[in-house]
């Protein structure tokens, strides 16, 4: 197992472009998070999925953006109509179960230009 | 609400000398779980250690070691002869109960700076 891959690694968009990122957790863990980080902050939470079911998306998700999980499995989140404030790094994390660590991808760096 | 505040911006140490971190945070629940985690500068986040709120037993893991107070709620971590490869940001993060172990608050960060 090669832990949480997350791909791409970098992104660079024009603003109003739509862009799409995925996530491959570790297999077997059914607990999936994403989460942003901005320059010099600690990483926010955005969603989790539990299996298939997206179980809480926070606030900062605005409807510009969707996560998926089909088939409890790899996860993609998607931002349409890109604006410059979504720059930040896209951070992916797994764990198998609720209450244990995460563990996390090297995440997407997105540029919204 | 869930809260977790690292106050040091940035430390900066001479190898070999000792670095504390210090993790204060703030909830309304019993039952909950504190974490460290290291994130050098590629960019990923390393997992470093989990604690319970039932468990305040100090833990030493080679350099590293943890104080957790829950009189004081705080979760403090201490590298013991510091390396440059101890260069990094490290968080700490949280998780309970209400959020259904469903989120993790993190921290700003401290950011380590070991210089040779």
């Known amino acids: 197992d090669t832990g949480v891959s997350q791909d791409p690694r970098h992104k660079i968009t024009k603003r109003g472009q739509n862009v799409t990122f995925r996530c491959d957790p570790i297999s077997e863990h059914n607990r999936l998070y994403w989460y942003r980080q901005t320059l010099g902050q600690g990483p926010e939470f955005l969603t989790y999925?539990?299996?298939?079911?997206?179980?809480?998306k926070s606030r900062l998700l605005s409807d510009r953006f969707s996560a998926e999980r089909p088939k409890g499995s790899f996860s993609t989140l998607e931002i349409q109509r890109t604006e410059q404030g979504d720059s930040a790094m896209y951070l992916c994390?797994?764990?198998?179960?609720?209450?244990?660590?995460?563990?996390f991808g090297q995440g997407t760096r997105l540029t919204v230009v | 609400a869930q809260k977790v505040t690292q106050a040091q911006t940035e430390i900066s140490v001479v190898e070999k000398e000792d670095v504390t971190l210090d993790c204060v945070y703030e909830?309304?629940?019993?039952?909950?779980?504190l974490f460290w985690y290291k994130q050098p500068p590629s960019g990923e986040l390393v997992f470093l250690i989990r604690r319970n709120s039932f468990d305040e037993q100090n833990e030493i893991s080679g350099r590293y070691s943890w104080n957790f107070q829950k009189s004081t709620s705080s979760f403090n971590f201490t590298i013991t002869a510091s390396q440059v490869v101890d260069s990094a940001v490290y968080f700490c993060?949280?998780?309970?109960?209400?959020?259904?172990?469903?989120?993790?608050?993190f921290g700003a960060g401290t950011q380590v700076v070991v210089t040779p």
């Open positions: 994390a797994s764990s198998f179960l609720a209450d244990r660590e995460a563990f």
């Open positions: 993060a949280l998780s309970s109960s209400t959020d259904s172990w469903g989120k993790f608050q």
């Open positions: 909830t309304r629940d019993t039952t909950y779980y």
């Open positions: 999925f539990q299996n298939e079911a997206q179980l809480e």
